[in-house]
C-alpha cells in the first residue's frame, strides 16, 4: 500500500521560508513523479510543483523563483522550499503521486503566512 506523509509548514511570516518534507513508502520511489498540490477551503486543490524521475521540474505561475521542488531517491522523500512566503500562499499542502492510473495523497499539512 502507497503511504504519503507530509511533514513541515506550520505558521511563518510574509517573507519567511520554510520547507515541507514528504516522505513515501510503498512504491519505488525513483521512477514515480511527485507533486505538490494545495488547497484554501472552497476552492479547489492546486498544483503547485512537480518533479519527474529524471529530475525536471515544473511550477505554477505564481510560484515560480520562490518555491524549488526537489527529490532524494535513496531517502523515498520529496521536498518543497518555499522562499518569499505570501500571504496568498496560506494552504494546506499535500504530496501527491500516482501508479498503476491511481492518485495517492498524504494528509496534508497546514502552512499560514501571517502578514
Known amino acids: 500500500q502507497v503511504y504519503l506523509r507530509e511533514s513541515g509548514g506550520g505558521l511563518v511570516q510574509a517573507g519567511g521560508s520554510t520547507r515541507l518534507s514528504c516522505a513515501a513508502s510503498?512504491?519505488?520511489?525513483?521512477?514515480?513523479?511527485m507533486r505538490w498540490y494545495r488547497q484554501v477551503p472552497g476552492k479547489e486543490r492546486e498544483l503547485v510543483a512537480s518533479i519527474s524521475s529524471d529530475g525536471s521540474t515544473n511550477y505554477t505561475e505564481s510560484v515560480k523563483g520562490r518555491f524549488t521542488i526537489s527529490r532524494v531517491n535513496p531517502r523515498n522523500t520529496v521536498y518543497l522550499q518555499m522562499n518569499s512566503l505570501k500571504s496568498e500562499d496560506t494552504a494546506v499542502y499535500y504530496c501527491?503521486?500516482?501508479?498503476?492510473?491511481?492518485?495517492?495523497w498524504g494528509r496534508g499539512t497546514q502552512v499560514t503566512v501571517s502578514s
Open positions: 510503498g512504491i519505488n520511489f525513483k521512477i514515480h513523479p
Open positions: 501527491n503521486t500516482a501508479r498503476t492510473g491511481l492518485m495517492y
